[in-house]
């Protein structure tokens, strides 16, 4: 019997989970790409009910092969109120089953093909001749790069077949308990459930680990995943949080019942698995725990979804109670941009595009405050509006180095776009805000100082056309947040309309300008600044719906 070499077991554990973890984060993002607009569509539009939801979290999580990103997602949405939680707990429960995938996949013994698959997904994602294929070369890649960190792994490990203690101890039926607590911290500290799952099944491989033991690692794994949601959760609105307690509740609700009848799951596995007669002991172990795991790992979350989804509405509204709101919800600066998800550039993008209404939301408002107060407002009013764009500013400035931080990592030519679209739309709105800012409140406060005061007509003329130019700026608001082309494409047609209401509008105050009444060559000149102001603020927002409608968008420097 011959001694474990503890470097050797180190640097082979270490090096081939740090393999293993660079193929699932290879896998995802390749993944994210070529499924991602869709996959958006999809989450938003299909999760109105607790079941669409499970269907829609299932397959996003399967497609994309990560159930935390699919989480950290879905908590951007609720926030922005894309999709209530009623729908976002089956999001939830579809997404842990979704995941699933990644399991049965590592059970099939498929290592020797591992560095083959890493050559071939290399060459062809490196040829630019073969753009179209670079994607799917990726997947191809990363695919093989969990492959050849398991057989790494399963190296490292191989020697502790000869060593009864160790082997014993950890196919113990008794250490379900410590392997429920291996599972859950291994996950928190990697945040990676894959990872423990790509663990697990090498040890499994290798007949190190006794399946019902192997069950309970999983379930930990269960647990320690929700770590990563709970930090998205805490670092937003209390909606947002709301979706990172749910998912821990119904995690740790599942494996707090299931962990009973890991026995029953044990079997029920076994006879669904394939068998290995030929085999016997330690090698038969070997062969099918495996497959076993995977199935047992699969029916384990196919049972939370379907025990826990007709009681969505139950759990929605009881988390609900547990979080409820504050008052500093509506706390000035950025709302939705999250630093944890930064490795995930479409989700980052996803919540940086919920962070643009939120900051177009603020435009809209100072807007519609605006006219009232440049025509009629005091000098403490005018003070108000100015206050206004300091808000509009700090979102601004945090959007912006957000944006440069997803800027610095590897992103695809479409996310490169949406980056630069982003920060072009940013600028143009915080422009609007300087602007008013700027421009319209010195109008005001020429107005004060001359002592003009419009008439009732001038009011309404110059009020109907604020109104018009207000309710553009508000449905481009709403195209940003929903990412809707169509929405922004009719605010780039309407320019004729704008057009037509400014000549209107100009002759009204050429024909007031003849009218006897005091200071009416102040008030004309006060009433034509304003007019030039909001047909800026419309130039704005119809560059605004243009980039949105652009496939190949540039910034702009507010």
């Known amino acids: 019997m011959g001694e474990i070499d503890l470097l050797d077991l180190i640097t082979g554990l270490v090096g081939g989970l740090a393999l293993f973890l660079l193929g699932i984060q290879q896998l995802t993002r390749a993944l994210q790409n070529v499924t991602s607009d869709r996959l958006r569509i999809m989450l938003v539009r299909l999760s109105g009910t607790p079941l669409r939801g499970a269907v829609s979290g299932t397959l996003t999580a399967g497609l994309i092969q990560s159930s935390t990103a699919t989480v950290v997602l879905i908590i951007g949405f609720v926030v922005a109120g894309a999709m209530t939680l009623v729908p976002a707990v089956g999001v939830v429960l579809g997404a842990n089953l979704g995941t699933t995938l990644t399991i049965q996949l590592i059970a099939f013994d498929v290592t020797r093909f591992a560095l083959l698959m890493v050559a071939a997904g290399f060459a062809v994602s490196s040829i630019k001749r073969l753009d179209a294929f670079r994607s799917p070369g990726r997947i191809v890649m990363g695919l093989g790069l969990v492959f050849f960190g398991m057989d790494v792994m399963a190296g490292a490990v191989a020697p502790m077949q000869e060593h009864p203690f160790i082997a014993e101890l950890l ?16 996950t928190a500290i990697v945040q990676s459930s894959s990872a423990t799952s790509g663990i697990v099944v090498v040890l499994a491989s290798q007949g190190l680990v006794d399946l019902e033991v192997g069950i309970a690692i999983l379930m930990g794994a269960s647990i320690g995943h929700c770590v990563t949601p709970m930090i998205a959760g805490f670092g937003t609105a209390r909606s947002g949080l709301r979706v990172a307690v749910v998912h821990a509740a119904v995690n740790t609700a599942g494996v707090g019942v299931a962990v009973w009848l890991i026995p029953q799951l044990a079997d029920l596995a076994v006879w669904m698995s394939p068998s290995h007669e030929g085999l016997s002991g330690t090698a038969q172990q070997a062969a099918e725990t495996p497959r076993q795991l995977a199935n047992a790992y699969t029916v384990f979350k196919l049972g939370m979804l379907v025990v826990f989804l007709p009681f969505s509405r139950l759990i929605a509204h009881a988390v609900e109670r547990l979080v409820p709101d504050r008052a500093d919800d509506d706390r000035p600066g950025a709302r939705y941009i999250d630093d944890d998800v930064l490795d995930t550039p479409d989700v980052a993008l996803e919540l940086s595009r919920r962070e643009l209404g939120h900051l177009g939301g603020e435009v809209v408002e100072m807007l ?191």
Do not use: C, W
């Open 171 to 186: 196919s113990d039926t008794s250490a379900i308990a410590i392997g429920l607590f291996a599972g859950a911290a291994l």
């Open 368 to 558: 519609d405050a605006a006219m009232p107060t440049v025509l009629h407002g005091s000098e403490e009013a005018l003070l108000e509006l100015e206050e206004h764009d300091r808000r509009i500013d700090a979102i601004h400035a945090e959007l912006l180095h957000y944006l440069g931080h997803i800027g610095g990592h590897e992103i695809s030519d479409r996310q490169s776009d949406e980056l630069l679209r982003s920060i072009a739309i940013a600028n143009d709105l915080e422009t609007i805000g300087d602007v008013i800012q700027t421009n319209l409140v010195q109008v005001g406060r020429r107005r004060l100082r001359d002592g003009v005061v419009p008439s009732e007509p001038t009011t309404e003329a110059v009020g109907a056309f604020h109104a018009l130019i207000a309710d553009r700026l508000r449905t481009t608001v709403q195209a940003i947040a929903d990412g809707d082309r169509s929405l922004a494409q009719e605010i780039v047609d309407s320019k004729p309309l704008v057009e037509e209401q400014r000549l209107e509008i100009g002759s009204h105050l050429v024909e007031r300008l003849r009218a006897d009444a005091p200071n009416r060559v102040r008030s004309y000149e006060r009433e034509v600044e304003v007019i030039s102001h909001l047909q800026r603020i419309s130039a704005l927002t119809r560059h605004i719906a243009r980039m949105m409608v652009t496939d190949r968008p540039r910034p702009t420097i507010g």
